[in-house]
């Protein structure tokens, strides 16, 4: 089992539904890569250095800011371009790099369904970890069946960071993680269900996938806009990171 193995998709459309908004919306998708698994506890250990109690655990208990970090780090390790440059805790993806990186939310979607239009790529109990098997931590990588695109553990076992906002008009800097996780009913663990968090919030069903490929672009690709995530902010654009929304 490799797990730093990638595995290249082929462009395609994929259709959004964000249930908060009742929105839909299709994005067409250039290829890219996605990672055959969630980036494991062994991974983590490889390229920084910390301890890893149970090697072939997803990462878990992972904040944004630092699943990004992981990102940089693990492109330095293999002599890659990182994907993204800081100031503070104000995040630049370079949409031209060839570096690892977190995949958009269009990217994740896309991979996760593999041609289905259905909630889930096959039965939960053959796909998933999920709290129908009454598991009290995530479980090893790759237990489970794999989707038609060859991924593991899509749905289930840890919720996975993206790069995009949730909703930048209603929870400021809260960025998507999708997927379901060890402790989730099945309503939860569907190929369409976002969720999110802020960047520095850390829960341990909450891990990350690795995703490459750069795109001429300047402020937008693969259904992410920097543009869009300004006007959809409103009043000139989200609040100063680490803002909390009430109610």
Same mark, same amino acid.
């Given at each position: $089992? *490799?797990?730093?193995? $990638? ?7 994929? /259709?959004?539904? *964000? ?10 998708? =250039? !290829? %890219? ?6 980036? /494991?506890?062994?991974?983590? #250990?490889?390229?920084? +250095?910390?301890? #890893? ?6 990462? !878990? ?12 780090? #693990? !492109? ?7 994907? %993204? !440059?800081?100031?503070?805790? *104000? ?12 995949? /958009?939310?269009?990217?994740? =979607?896309?991979?996760?369904?593999? &041609?289905?239009?259905?909630?889930? %790529? ?8 999920? +709290? ?36 930048? #008009? ?10 379901? @996780? ?13 969720? &999110?968090?802020?960047?520095? $919030?850390?829960?341990?069903?909450? @891990? $990350?996938?690795?995703?490459?490929? @750069? ?28 803002? /909390?929304?009430?109610?």
């Amino acid at each position: $089992m *490799d797990l730093w193995e $990638m595995r290249r998709l082929d462009g395609g459309a994929v /259709t959004l539904h *964000d249930a908060r908004r009742n929105e839909h919306r299709t994005v067409q998708l =250039e !290829s %890219y890569e996605m990672g055959v698994f969630a980036v /494991t506890q062994e991974q983590f #250990a490889e390229v920084l +250095g910390v301890p #890893a109690t149970h090697p072939r655990r997803p990462a !878990s208990d992972l904040s944004w800011l630092r699943a990004i970090r992981f990102c940089n780090a #693990a !492109s330095e390790w293999e002599g890659l371009d990182p994907a %993204y !440059s800081f100031d503070g805790e *104000d995040v630049t993806w370079h949409l031209d790099s060839d570096g690892y990186r977190l995949p /958009t939310e269009a990217e994740w =979607e896309f991979a996760c369904r593999a &041609g289905s239009v259905a909630p889930h %790529y096959g039965p939960l109990a053959d796909v998933a970890w999920t +709290g129908a098997d009454g598991v009290p931590t995530p479980q090893d990588v790759g237990l489970r069946l794999p989707n038609l695109n060859g991924l593991f553990d899509m749905l289930g076992n840890v919720w996975e960071w993206c790069w995009d906002l949730l909703d930048p #008009a209603r929870y400021d800097d809260y960025r998507v993680f999708r997927g379901g @996780g060890f402790a989730d009913d099945a309503w939860s663990v569907r190929a369409s269900v976002r969720r &999110g968090g802020a960047p520095r $919030m850390h829960h341990e069903d909450v @891990g $990350m996938r690795l995703a490459r490929g @750069g795109f001429d672009a300047v402020d937008a690709a693969q259904g992410w806009s920097a543009t869009v995530d300004v006007e959809r902010g409103g009043r000139g654009g989200a609040r100063p990171l680490g803002w /909390t929304p009430r109610g």
